[in-house]
């Protein structure tokens, strides 16, 4: 899928943009060794290092447009940056417009928990098709994109933005009514994950493996 940057970046709020052009982007990622001719590069931090000290790897790999939250030095001349509050939450944003909102197309089932997500991801899923319905999962172990299942190569509990939207863009095109996805709940409550909306105020339950005892967060 491509689009021009003008086509999807008015979803989010852009404190400065740097550069001219509108270029056309094949692909977004957030690790630049994975940018390809046309990518939209996130400089995400992270606990360990953060992402703007391999802007210049992205954009030697052909990356075209860069999302940051700090100001771009050096500027490349064949490069659009957007300068915004926190590169993280945009992405999610723009991975959905890029990939035109999936997940309005189908019914996602987020599972979360402290242990035996995964297998309820697949008890859920097996459950689904022996209703008769299309489905398809996102676990640590293994994914299945409305097709046959296939190992999880980097067994992330929540991969990022960029990855949820492009698989459920996939179950989209391949007639997919249900998807199920297996959540960290350790987002919370700084984050969530991408395009999630909690339905009401509530409670998740966290075990204390020392105690067993279960301490409860608003």
Same mark, same amino acid.
């Given at each position: 899928?491509?689009?021009?940057?003008?086509?999807?970046?008015?979803? @989010?709020?852009? #404190?400065?943009?740097?550069?001219?052009?509108?270029?056309? @982007?094949?692909? #977004?990622?957030?690790?630049?060794?994975?940018a390809v001719p046309g990518s939209l590069f996130f400089a995400l931090s992270g606990l360990h290092t953060d992402g703007a000290a391999y802007i210049a790897q992205a954009i030697a790999n052909g990356a075209r447009a860069v999302v940051l939250s700090g100001k771009p030095e050096p500027v490349h001349p064949d490069v659009v940056y957007l300068r915004v509050e926190d590169p993280r939450f945009a992405m999610s944003a723009l991975a959905a417009e890029f990939y035109d909102h999936p997940s309005r197309d189908m019914a996602v089932i987020g599972v979360t928990g402290t242990e035996g997500k995964s297998t309820t991801v697949s008890l859920v899923f097996q459950l689904l098709r022996l209703c008769g319905k299309k489905a398809g999962f996102i676990s640590t172990v293994d994914y299945c994109l409305g097709g046959e299942i296939l190992a999880n190569p980097e067994h992330q509990t929540t991969p990022e933005a960029v990855t949820i939207h492009e698989k459920l863009a996939q179950m989209r095109d391949n007639g997919v009514e249900y998807a199920v996805i297996e959540s960290s709940s350790r987002p919370f409550p700084a984050y969530q994950p991408p395009g999630r909306r909690r339905v009401r105020r509530g409670h998740h339950d966290e075990r204390d493996p020392r105690t067993s005892r279960v301490s409860r967060h608003a």
């Open positions: 899928m491509n689009k021009r940057l003008s086509a999807f970046a008015g979803a @989010i709020s852009v #404190l400065e943009k740097t550069g001219t052009g509108d270029p056309e @982007i094949t692909t #977004l990622v957030y690790d630049s060794r994975k």
